[in-house]
């Protein structure tokens, strides 16, 4: 249960970093792409869920597949296979860092993303499981 929130606490620092980042640079360059790879490092798969997964540079396609799995999963692990999303929306952050009008439409949603996954994993370790 520690450990659980320990990685709690450093997705979240790493994701305000990234967020701070990306709204604060206008040319977002290598430090908010380090800490896109240091988040995406949080959250890794194996490779048979990464192949599953389309590779999309639909922002949207992927936040409509992370609202389905969450209505899916009501009664059970609400996170289960969304990991997988949020790195691909991630690396859709990365690809597109040079396009300030991009991150100002998307790191606010990337924010609500991560946000909700910490909140059920926060749940889920407050009853032990």
């Given at each position: 249960m520690q450990a659980r929130i320990q990685w709690i606490q450093e997705?979240?620092?790493?994701?305000?970093?990234?967020?701070s980042r990306?709204?604060?640079?206008?040319?977002?360059?290598?430090y908010f792409k380090k800490?896109?790879?240091t988040v995406c490092l949080f959250f890794?798969?194996?490779?048979?869920?990464?192949s599953?997964?389309?590779?999309?540079?639909e922002f949207e396609i992927c936040l409509e597949?992370?609202?389905?799995?969450?209505?899916?999963?009501?009664?059970?692990?609400?996170?289960?296979?969304?990991?997988?999303?949020?790195i691909q929306l991630a690396?859709?952050?990365?690809?597109?860092?040079?396009?300030?009008?991009?991150?100002d439409k998307y790191l606010p949603k990337?924010?609500?993303?991560i946000s909700t996954y910490l909140k059920h994993e926060w749940d889920r370790a407050k009853n032990g499981k």
């Open positions: 997705v979240r620092n790493h994701t305000a970093e990234l967020l990306g709204y604060a640079d206008k040319n977002t360059g290598y800490e896109i790879e890794t798969t194996n490779e048979s869920e990464t599953a997964i389309p590779n999309s540079d597949e992370i609202n389905k799995l969450e209505k899916e999963n009501e009664k059970s692990d609400k996170n289960k296979n969304k990991h997988t999303y949020i690396q859709n952050l990365k690809k597109y860092s040079d396009n300030q009008e991009y991150l990337f924010r609500e993303v």
